[in-house]
């Protein structure tokens, strides 16, 4: 039954998101660079928004990059903007649909993805949440490796971060202050599990 919600809820959210919108563009995927990241046969790369996937070499990281090859790699997908065009990386800032799958959604709802807000994209991260809930209670994926402490979510600036694995680096923050800030609520240098401070004397991302 919840699963048949939840189904619902997106089909309600994402209806009509998909045609006559004039920010839909199709396009063949030609490479995967991980759980979140993959390569267009024009050469731009494209970022899944709302979502955010573990880093090369940390938890589940192979197991998601995996899953989203299975669901573009040499496909057709069709690529959806919100609000911005591209990234500061020059990355297309997309919702990408394979057939009549939302890959956003389902990488949340398999557990392979967590929820990442950065504003002014959010249109669906409500939807994904819901999502994200059933994939947590489920103890799916990400969510496999139960911990009272590291699971707890830390809202700041209006974006959750996860602290149960590296699911980011200093170049996903928009300011040291934001990095810093995030760092000490995930237990600073007692549990640099995000790997923020590399000269480890308490502060972090001291580059940006």
């Not at 959806?80 to 394979?98: C, F, I, N, Q, W």
């Not at 009549?100 to 002014?120: D, F, M, Q, T």
């Not at 694995?165 to 934001?178: K, L, V």
Request: net charge negative.
């Amino acid at each position: 039954m919840k699963n048949t919600i939840l189904c619902l809820l997106l089909i309600m959210a994402l209806s009509g998101c998909v045609q006559d919108n004039g920010n839909n563009t199709e396009i063949t995927v030609s490479r995967v660079i991980d759980g979140d990241t993959f390569v267009l046969n024009s050469g731009d790369t494209v970022r899944l928004i709302c979502i955010n996937t573990p880093e090369k070499g940390d938890f589940y990281a192979d197991e998601a990059t995996e899953y989203l090859k299975g669901l573009v790699l040499g496909k057709n997908v069709l690529l959806e903007k919100d609000v911005s065009e591209t990234d500061r990386y020059g990355r297309l800032l997309r919702y990408v649909y394979a057939g009549n799958i939302s890959v956003n959604e389902i990488l949340v709802r398999k557990g392979y993805a967590s929820v990442y807000r950065y504003p002014p994209d959010t249109k669906y991260c409500d939807v994904f949440e819901a999502s994200e809930s059933e994939a947590k209670e489920n103890g799916f994926g990400i969510w496999s490796q139960k911990n009272e402490t590291e699971n707890k979510i830390i809202s700041d600036a209006g974006m959750k971060y996860i602290c149960s694995y590296n699911a980011y680096n200093c170049d996903d923050f928009i300011s040291q202050e934001e990095a810093q800030s995030v760092f000490e609520a995930c237990g600073g240098v007692s549990n640099d599990i995000h790997g923020l401070d590399k000269d480890h004397d308490g502060v972090v991302c001291e580059g940006l």
